[in-house]
T-cell receptor, first 114, second 112 residues
Framework: EPEVTQTPSHQVTQMGQEVILRCVPI?????FYWYRQILGQKVEFLVS????????KSEIFDDQFSVERPDGSNFTLKIRSTKLEDSAMYFC????????????FGPGTRLTVT | DAKTTQPPSMDCAEGRAANLPCNHS???????VYWYRQIHSQGPQYIIH?????ETNEMASLIITEDRKSSTLILPHATLRDTAVYYC?????????????WGLGTSLAVNP
Protein backbone atom coordinates (compact mmCIF):
# COMPACT_ATOMS: atom_id res chain seq x y z
CA GLU A 1 0.00 0.00 0.00
CA PRO A 2 1.40 3.43 -0.90
CA GLU A 3 2.53 5.56 2.01
CA VAL A 4 3.97 8.95 2.81
CA THR A 5 7.63 8.83 3.76
CA GLN A 6 9.68 11.40 5.65
CA THR A 7 13.38 11.88 6.15
CA PRO A 8 15.24 12.10 8.39
CA SER A 9 13.42 10.41 11.23
CA HIS A 10 15.36 12.49 13.74
CA GLN A 11 17.29 15.70 13.18
CA VAL A 12 19.39 17.44 15.80
CA THR A 13 20.53 20.95 15.02
CA GLN A 14 21.92 23.97 16.79
CA MET A 15 19.92 27.13 17.28
CA GLY A 16 20.26 29.45 14.31
CA GLN A 17 21.01 26.71 11.82
CA GLU A 18 18.90 25.95 8.77
CA VAL A 19 17.12 22.62 8.47
CA ILE A 20 15.28 21.00 5.61
CA LEU A 21 12.74 18.31 6.35
CA ARG A 22 11.84 16.09 3.45
CA CYS A 23 8.66 14.29 2.53
CA VAL A 24 7.67 12.06 -0.34
CA PRO A 25 3.88 12.18 -0.64
CA ILE A 26 1.83 9.43 -2.21
CA UNK A 27 2.44 9.62 -5.94
CA UNK A 28 -0.97 10.57 -7.30
CA UNK A 29 -1.81 13.01 -4.52
CA UNK A 30 -2.04 16.70 -5.28
CA UNK A 31 -2.58 18.36 -1.90
CA PHE A 32 0.20 18.55 0.63
CA TYR A 33 0.39 19.63 4.25
CA TRP A 34 2.82 20.16 7.06
CA TYR A 35 1.77 19.86 10.68
CA ARG A 36 3.82 19.92 13.84
CA GLN A 37 3.36 18.54 17.34
CA ILE A 38 5.34 19.85 20.26
CA LEU A 39 5.85 17.13 22.84
CA GLY A 40 2.68 16.60 24.87
CA GLN A 41 0.68 19.16 22.90
CA LYS A 42 -1.87 19.20 20.10
CA VAL A 43 -1.08 18.64 16.47
CA GLU A 44 -0.93 22.07 14.80
CA PHE A 45 -1.49 22.96 11.17
CA LEU A 46 1.42 24.79 9.54
CA VAL A 47 0.78 25.04 5.82
CA SER A 48 -1.11 23.56 2.90
CA UNK A 49 0.18 23.43 -0.67
CA UNK A 50 -1.57 22.85 -3.96
CA UNK A 51 -0.72 23.49 -7.57
CA UNK A 52 2.78 24.64 -6.66
CA UNK A 53 1.68 27.32 -4.27
CA UNK A 54 0.70 27.78 -0.67
CA UNK A 55 -3.07 27.49 -0.16
CA UNK A 56 -3.09 28.51 3.46
CA LYS A 57 -0.63 29.00 6.26
CA SER A 58 -1.00 29.37 9.99
CA GLU A 59 0.38 32.06 12.28
CA ILE A 60 3.19 29.67 13.18
CA PHE A 61 4.37 29.62 9.56
CA ASP A 62 6.28 32.88 9.62
CA ASP A 63 9.09 34.15 7.41
CA GLN A 64 11.48 31.59 8.85
CA PHE A 65 9.49 28.79 7.22
CA SER A 66 9.20 27.92 3.56
CA VAL A 67 7.93 24.98 1.55
CA GLU A 68 8.90 23.74 -1.84
CA ARG A 69 8.12 20.98 -4.25
CA PRO A 70 11.46 20.87 -6.06
CA ASP A 71 10.56 17.97 -8.32
CA GLY A 72 7.65 15.67 -9.00
CA SER A 73 8.05 13.66 -5.84
CA ASN A 74 9.54 15.59 -2.94
CA PHE A 75 7.87 18.14 -0.69
CA THR A 76 10.16 20.00 1.68
CA LEU A 77 9.84 22.21 4.73
CA LYS A 78 12.73 24.57 5.41
CA ILE A 79 13.32 26.41 8.64
CA ARG A 80 15.90 29.13 7.96
CA SER A 81 17.13 29.91 11.43
CA THR A 82 15.95 27.41 13.99
CA LYS A 83 14.88 28.39 17.49
CA LEU A 84 14.61 26.25 20.59
CA GLU A 85 10.83 26.41 20.34
CA ASP A 86 10.92 24.80 16.89
CA SER A 87 11.72 21.50 18.59
CA ALA A 88 8.78 19.24 17.71
CA MET A 89 7.59 16.35 15.59
CA TYR A 90 6.87 17.51 12.06
CA PHE A 91 4.35 15.55 10.06
CA CYS A 92 3.83 15.70 6.33
CA UNK A 93 0.46 14.68 4.88
CA UNK A 94 -1.00 14.34 1.43
CA UNK A 95 -4.45 14.00 -0.06
CA UNK A 96 -5.77 12.98 -3.45
CA UNK A 97 -7.84 15.33 -5.53
CA UNK A 98 -11.53 15.15 -6.17
CA UNK A 99 -13.93 13.84 -3.63
CA UNK A 100 -11.42 12.00 -1.48
CA UNK A 101 -11.33 13.43 2.00
CA UNK A 102 -8.77 11.71 4.15
CA UNK A 103 -5.22 12.88 4.63
CA UNK A 104 -2.41 10.39 4.75
CA PHE A 105 0.36 11.14 7.18
CA GLY A 106 4.01 10.26 7.21
CA PRO A 107 5.78 8.88 10.29
CA GLY A 108 7.18 12.30 11.18
CA THR A 109 10.57 13.89 11.71
CA ARG A 110 11.59 14.65 15.25
CA LEU A 111 13.45 17.96 15.24
CA THR A 112 15.56 18.77 18.26
CA VAL A 113 17.07 22.25 18.44
CA THR A 114 19.82 22.66 21.01
CA ASP B 1 -9.86 26.16 18.13
CA ALA B 2 -11.22 22.66 17.72
CA LYS B 3 -14.98 22.50 17.37
CA THR B 4 -15.29 19.19 19.18
CA THR B 5 -15.33 17.96 22.77
CA GLN B 6 -14.02 14.54 23.73
CA PRO B 7 -13.32 12.87 27.07
CA PRO B 8 -9.60 13.01 27.82
CA SER B 9 -9.22 9.30 28.47
CA MET B 10 -11.04 5.98 28.34
CA ASP B 11 -10.28 2.35 29.12
CA CYS B 12 -11.47 -0.72 27.32
CA ALA B 13 -10.92 -4.43 27.83
CA GLU B 14 -9.29 -6.32 25.01
CA GLY B 15 -11.87 -7.99 22.79
CA ARG B 16 -14.68 -5.70 23.88
CA ALA B 17 -16.16 -2.85 21.89
CA ALA B 18 -14.69 0.58 22.46
CA ASN B 19 -17.21 3.40 22.13
CA LEU B 20 -15.60 6.81 21.87
CA PRO B 21 -17.97 9.79 22.09
CA CYS B 22 -17.58 13.21 20.52
CA ASN B 23 -19.68 16.33 20.89
CA HIS B 24 -19.85 18.79 18.00
CA SER B 25 -22.88 20.86 18.86
CA UNK B 26 -21.92 23.77 16.56
CA UNK B 27 -21.46 21.65 13.45
CA UNK B 28 -22.85 23.25 10.31
CA UNK B 29 -24.72 21.57 7.49
CA UNK B 30 -21.77 21.12 5.14
CA UNK B 31 -19.29 19.91 7.74
CA UNK B 32 -18.17 16.32 7.98
CA VAL B 33 -17.07 14.41 11.05
CA TYR B 34 -13.66 12.77 10.72
CA TRP B 35 -11.89 10.42 13.06
CA TYR B 36 -8.14 9.96 13.15
CA ARG B 37 -5.93 8.22 15.64
CA GLN B 38 -2.32 8.57 16.69
CA ILE B 39 -0.47 5.64 18.10
CA HIS B 40 2.35 6.78 20.34
CA SER B 41 5.09 8.64 18.44
CA GLN B 42 3.61 7.78 15.05
CA GLY B 43 1.91 9.90 12.41
CA PRO B 44 -1.87 10.30 12.63
CA GLN B 45 -3.92 7.70 10.82
CA TYR B 46 -7.28 8.27 9.16
CA ILE B 47 -10.04 5.98 10.46
CA ILE B 48 -13.41 7.01 9.08
CA HIS B 49 -15.61 9.99 8.25
CA UNK B 50 -19.30 10.75 7.79
CA UNK B 51 -21.80 13.49 7.11
CA UNK B 52 -25.24 12.31 8.22
CA UNK B 53 -25.50 8.57 7.81
CA UNK B 54 -23.80 5.95 9.90
CA GLU B 55 -20.66 4.59 8.29
CA THR B 56 -18.68 1.40 8.62
CA ASN B 57 -15.35 0.30 7.26
CA GLU B 58 -12.81 -2.37 8.08
CA MET B 59 -11.48 -0.40 11.03
CA ALA B 60 -14.53 1.03 12.75
CA SER B 61 -18.12 2.23 12.70
CA LEU B 62 -19.26 5.82 13.02
CA ILE B 63 -22.66 6.60 14.48
CA ILE B 64 -23.88 10.18 14.03
CA THR B 65 -26.96 11.37 15.88
CA GLU B 66 -29.91 12.61 13.87
CA ASP B 67 -29.30 16.22 14.91
CA ARG B 68 -25.58 15.73 14.05
CA LYS B 69 -24.53 17.33 17.32
CA SER B 70 -22.65 14.27 18.49
CA SER B 71 -21.13 11.07 17.21
CA THR B 72 -19.61 7.84 18.48
CA LEU B 73 -16.70 5.94 17.04
CA ILE B 74 -17.01 2.21 17.65
CA LEU B 75 -14.08 -0.19 17.53
CA PRO B 76 -16.03 -3.46 17.61
CA HIS B 77 -13.34 -5.74 19.05
CA ALA B 78 -10.56 -3.64 20.53
CA THR B 79 -7.05 -5.06 20.55
CA LEU B 80 -3.95 -3.90 22.39
CA ARG B 81 -2.78 -2.31 19.14
CA ASP B 82 -5.78 0.02 19.25
CA THR B 83 -4.26 1.83 22.23
CA ALA B 84 -3.87 5.36 20.86
CA VAL B 85 -5.16 8.91 21.02
CA TYR B 86 -8.37 9.24 19.00
CA TYR B 87 -9.28 12.57 17.46
CA CYS B 88 -12.71 13.68 16.34
CA UNK B 89 -12.43 16.53 13.83
CA UNK B 90 -15.16 18.54 12.14
CA UNK B 91 -14.32 19.92 8.74
CA UNK B 92 -16.12 21.25 5.71
CA UNK B 93 -15.06 19.93 2.37
CA UNK B 94 -15.23 23.07 0.28
CA UNK B 95 -12.12 24.54 -1.27
CA UNK B 96 -8.65 23.17 -1.76
CA UNK B 97 -7.32 23.59 1.73
CA UNK B 98 -9.16 21.25 4.09
CA UNK B 99 -6.66 21.73 6.87
CA UNK B 100 -7.30 19.70 9.99
CA UNK B 101 -7.79 21.50 13.29
CA TRP B 102 -6.86 19.14 16.13
CA GLY B 103 -8.06 18.99 19.68
CA LEU B 104 -6.55 16.96 22.50
CA GLY B 105 -8.48 13.82 21.60
CA THR B 106 -9.31 10.81 23.77
CA SER B 107 -6.48 8.64 24.99
CA LEU B 108 -7.80 5.09 24.73
CA ALA B 109 -6.08 2.39 26.74
CA VAL B 110 -6.97 -1.15 25.76
CA ASN B 111 -6.19 -3.45 28.66
CA PRO B 112 -5.49 -7.20 28.51
Amino acid sequence: EPEVTQTPSHQVTQMGQEVILRCVPISNHLYFYWYRQILGQKVEFLVSFYNNEISEKSEIFDDQFSVERPDGSNFTLKIRSTKLEDSAMYFCASRPTGSAYEQYFGPGTRLTVT
Amino acid sequence: DAKTTQPPSMDCAEGRAANLPCNHSTISGNEYVYWYRQIHSQGPQYIIHGLKNNETNEMASLIITEDRKSSTLILPHATLRDTAVYYCIVQHNAGNNRKLIWGLGTSLAVNP
